[in-house]
């Protein structure tokens, strides 16, 4: 029963580059959630998705960054043109299809920016 | 727009030892959910305790529990026994409950909390 995948866990992108995050919720998990953490910093919220839908992108950039969760495979978070503010650990989380659910939190990708 | 604070950055405890760490809210909302998140070196996040905020009882996991107090809007955690295992950073975050869906997890800065020998 595995956990929520992400990967690559460690991302090494010089300035202007794309970088691309991939997660895997847990199976039979429909909610995927990206978080951002800057050093010393908690986790800030970015967007929330559902299969095939953004449903809360108010923490997201308006520019260069981007989220999808098609209906097979797993979410990606793009993040175009990187600059070195962009570097971070981003962590994926998922939840099931019920009210109230804890998330399930990835392991995180830590995206340098060069 | 709801806020999470934690003043503690750093703390130690002796192992076996009990420690609390402190974490305040503001919301205007009266449904919601309150964590304990931890988060070791190896950058996994682990849910540690959760409380939902109609209920009055304090929630506990074996050695961890919380002091729930509403009306203040205080939510802090103890660590009884404390061992070499609960070094690590401890986040308390805030989800609101929209009756039918669930919003994101609001965090706080995070506490570091090192267990010495």
């Known amino acids: 029963n595995a956990g929520v995948m992400q990967n690559p866990r460690h991302l090494v992108r010089r300035r202007g580059q794309e970088a691309r995050l991939r997660c895997s919720p847990v199976k039979g998990h429909s909610h995927v959630y990206w978080y951002r953490q800057l050093p010393e910093e908690g986790l800030k919220f970015m967007v929330y998705?559902?299969?095939?839908?953004?449903?809360?992108e108010s923490g997201m950039p308006k520019e260069r960054f981007s989220a999808e969760f098609p209906k097979e495979g797993p979410s990606i978070l793009r993040i175009q043109q990187v600059v070195r503010g962009d570097s971070a650990a981003y962590f994926c989380a998922s939840s099931p299809d019920r009210v109230y659910s804890p998330l399930h939190f990835g392991n995180g990708t830590r995206l340098t920016v060069t | 727009a709801q806020t999470v604070t934690q003043s503690q950055p750093e703390m130690s405890v002796q192992e076996a030892e009990t420690v609390t760490l402190s974490c305040t809210y503001d919301t205007s909302e009266s449904n919601y959910y309150l964590f304990w998140y931890k988060q070791p070196p190896s950058r996994q996040m682990i849910l540690v305790i959760r409380?939902?905020?109609?209920?009055?009882q304090n929630a506990t996991e074996n050695r961890f529990s919380v002091n729930f107090q509403k009306a203040a809007k205080s939510f802090s955690l103890k660590i009884s026994d404390s061992q070499l295992g609960d070094t690590a950073m401890y986040f308390c975050a805030f989800m609101k409950y929209y009756g039918g869906s669930q919003g994101n997890l609001i965090f706080g800065k995070g506490t570091k909390l090192s267990v010495k020998p």
């Open positions: 409380q939902e905020a109609y209920k009055q």
């Open positions: 998705l559902q299969k095939e839908n953004i449903i809360d």
